[in-house]
């Protein structure tokens, strides 16, 4: 390959940052941290994370800091949408609060519920003492002490590290009563238990939610939160991620697999590769001892990058090899202009 074409370029890049690696979080550095005070330091911020940002991204993070606002993330599977909220945690040293979204999620699983058992027992026991102060019985077992406190009423609650980082992922998932619900708590993070009163958040906590788009997410609730579309990253930055992520694999492996998988992207497949099997992809060419892309070890390998047997089909053996002979022609072409 000519020097000075892309690949040589990409792999020098990644060469040249392996060198700044930024510095790990330490295991005990868990104190909580001041919320960035600019784009910069949001920046900063994620790279200490080892999250690999563009400018968009933390701008508008750190706009949803400042403004106190929900972070609403969109965008295709594996472009690093849950992870933001798990780098947030760790380097604002917040606890993470995350609730899975599913089909037919409730209140009962997301916010809270009554401890039925614990107070059944406490109605036997008082029965058993002859204890008939039926109006006390009933505010002692639905007071605090027999409360299940799930993801939503405990991300209100006060937490040492201060306003936990509250995840709701993949939102799309769950039916719209549950979405307006969510709405209402989003609002005045606050909830009302019938039995016990309002229970609200002594400081708003941080709040980062995620949608995959398999529907769209009613206006009110995108209206109070910031949003943001977490697209492909460029080859560069992918670049960057695979530095950060996956370290061990050789330079121009990295260069060359950045280049394939961003190709790849292009093609008309059921399910394109996101950043998590470009990450999978180079720590299994590694393992394989590989130092540069061939057809076999594409063909051998395309598992960890494509997940559905018609798309495998489509680019295994002659497309593959005709792919990866397109992305070294039209790196070098593009490294002579
Ligand atoms: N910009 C990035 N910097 C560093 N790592 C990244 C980045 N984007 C993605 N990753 C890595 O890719 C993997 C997948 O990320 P993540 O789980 O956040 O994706 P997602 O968008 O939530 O996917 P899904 O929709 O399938 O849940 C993680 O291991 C994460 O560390
Ligand atoms: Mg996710």
Redesign the pocket.
């Known amino acids: 390959m000519r020097p000075g074409s892309l690949p040589d370029r990409l792999a020098a890049r990644f060469i040249e940052l392996s060198g700044t690696c930024p510095n790990a979080m330490s295991q005990n550095d868990s104190s909580p941290r001041a919320l960035p005070a600019d784009v910069d330091e949001t920046l900063a911020l994620l790279e200490a994370g080892?999250?690999?940002?563009d400018r968009s991204l933390s701008t508008v993070l750190y706009l949803s800091l400042a403004l106190g606002r929900p972070l609403f993330l969109e965008?295709?599977?594996?472009?690093?949408?849950?992870?933001?909220a798990k780098v947030l945690a760790e380097t604002l040293g917040r606890d993470l609060i995350r609730l899975q979204c599913y089909e037919g999620l409730d209140v009962a699983s997301a916010v809270y519920e009554w401890d039925y058992p614990r107070q059944m027992i406490e109605i036997r026991l008082a029965e058993a003492s002859g204890d008939r102060d039926r109006g006390a019985l009933q505010s002692d077992i639905f007071s605090e002490r027999f409360l299940l406190s799930r993801p939503l009423l405990n991300a209100l609650q006060p937490h040492d590290a201060g306003p936990p980082v509250l995840l709701i992922?993949?939102l799309d998932r769950t039916d719209e009563p549950f979405e307006a619900f969510l709405l209402e708590v989003l609002s005045d993070y606050q909830v009302t238990i019938p039995e016990l009163g309002t229970i609200k958040a002594p400081a708003p906590p941080i709040v980062i939610i995620?949608s995959?788009r398999t529907r769209e997410i009613h206006d009110a609730l995108k209206r109070r939160c910031t949003y943001h579309w977490?697209d492909y990253?460029s080859a560069e930055?992918e670049l960057e991620?695979l530095r950060?992520?996956a370290p061990g694999t050789p330079a121009r492996l990295s260069a060359e697999i950045v280049g394939f998988v961003q190709k790849l992207r292009e093609t008309d497949l059921f399910k394109l590769p996101?950043?998590?099997e470009t990450?999978d992809w180079a720590d299994a060419l590694t393992q394989l001892d590989k130092v540069a892309l061939d057809p076999d070890s594409i063909d051998n390998t395309i598992g960890v990058l494509l997940k559905y047997q018609d798309d495998i089909s489509k680019i295994q053996d002659s497309e593959a090899a005709r792919l990866l002979d397109d992305v070294k022609q039209e790196m070098a072409s593009l490294g002579a202009a």
């Not at 080892?50 to 940002?53: G, L, M, N, P, T």
């Open positions: 080892h999250y690999v940002a965008g295709e599977a594996g472009v690093g949408k849950t992870e933001i992922d993949e995620t995959n977490l990253p930055r991620i950060v992520k996101g950043v998590a990450i």
